[in-house]
């Protein structure tokens, strides 16, 4: 049985080209106070749907909008468009990065109704959230916190079956199958939701190499990194399938960001939460409401009134 929400959704198109849009999506408190505002990104192949079940009523927009957050799930271009499209205007972390994101930021500045801002990533997204804002440090000043979820820049070989992965799946078959086609058959394969810009894949796969550098303006984010600050955040990290080895993935991400305080948490049965949650299931997982999200919720406070103590004094 889906779970009933009292809050208020709406969708708001942004065009970036004549054919292709972002898109956020808005969730909000029916009534009381505005306690702040959340951006979330989604990471490659996917789109808003690895925040919320529709179906389920599950996911941490829902829930951050019921706990009276402003929440506005983004989507960069490409998401629903057909195979066509994606092959005739293909883009990629330079769209992202100089046209997408500020035009995001901006249509949320628009229409925010609490000045304190979150932002959340998920995998790719959380890349995408520090190299936008390592390119543009007036924005990381507006932020009060980040979350991450499951976050990778580079994937560390920690196994064997995550090696085979990585060769033959993402830097083999995946990788021709782009630019044979265009755009990568993503749901054909079962890998994702959408299917992906091929430009976009091959800069993903660029990102993963140890320098971590654009290939078109060939920016340094490690050497630019290391001159920054960046606002508190907290990293959440699925333990089931460790195969993938998304804990080395994310402390290696955690380590590479610019100075800040930063706290990783580890989920799965083993280390006292309900239940193991698949990756794609952690922000979608109405359990999750009484297992985890109580931390976030906490932690969000936790910020805010350091925020608030700050301003007052």
């Given at each position: 049985?889906?779970?009933?929400?009292?809050?208020?959704?709406?969708?708001?198109?942004?065009?970036?080209?004549?054919?292709?849009?972002?898109?956020?999506?808005?969730?909000?408190?029916?009534?009381?106070?505005?306690?702040?505002?959340?951006?979330?990104l989604h990471g490659l192949m996917q789109d808003s749907s690895i925040f919320l079940d529709e179906q389920g009523g599950g996911g941490l927009a829902y829930f951050l909008a019921e706990q009276g957050y402003d929440v506005f799930i983004a989507e960069w271009r490409g998401r629903d468009v057909n195979n066509n499209q994606l092959k005739?205007?293909?883009?990629?972390?330079?769209?992202?990065?100089?046209?997408?994101?500020p035009l995001i930021?901006?249509?949320?500045?628009?229409?925010?109704?609490?000045?304190?801002?979150?932002l959340v990533g998920f995998q790719f997204g959380c890349s995408l959230w520090s190299a936008f804002l390592v390119r543009n440090p007036q924005y990381a000043s507006e932020v009060k916190g980040i979350i991450h979820f499951a976050p990778q820049r580079q994937l560390l070989a920690v196994g064997r079956l995550k090696v085979l992965r990585y060769q033959w799946l993402e830097q083999g078959l995946l990788k021709r199958l782009a630019r044979l086609l265009g755009y990568t058959p993503t749901k054909a394969l079962h890998l994702g939701r959408v299917n992906e810009s091929a430009d976009l894949y091959q800069d993903y796969l660029h990102w993963q190499t140890a320098d971590w550098k654009d290939a078109w303006d060939n920016f340094d984010y490690k050497t630019v990194a290391a001159g920054q600050y960046f606002p508190p955040s907290l990293y959440f990290v699925p333990l089931k399938q460790r195969w993938h080895g998304l804990e080395h993935d994310c402390r290696a991400f955690m380590f590479e960001q610019p100075y800040h305080?930063?706290?990783?948490?580890?989920?799965?049965?083993?280390?006292g939460n309900q239940q193991d949650y698949?990756?794609?299931?952690?922000?979608?997982?109405?359990?999750?409401?009484?297992?985890?999200?109580?931390?976030?919720?906490?932690?969000?406070?936790e910020i805010s009134t350091a925020d608030m103590d700050r301003l007052s004094h």
């Open positions: 049985m889906a779970v009933e929400r009292q809050i208020l959704e709406e969708r708001i198109q942004l065009p970036v080209t004549p054919a292709l849009n972002a898109m956020l999506r808005r969730f909000s408190p029916r009534s009381g106070e505005t306690k702040g505002t959340v951006i979330m005739r205007e293909n883009f990629g972390l330079r769209q992202l990065l100089t046209e997408d994101l930021w901006r249509a949320v500045a628009k229409r925010r109704r609490h000045d304190r801002l979150f305080n930063g706290r990783m948490i580890k989920l799965g049965a083993k280390v698949n990756l794609l299931d952690l922000c979608r997982s109405v359990q999750a409401e009484q297992d985890y999200y109580p931390l976030l919720l906490k932690w969000l406070k």
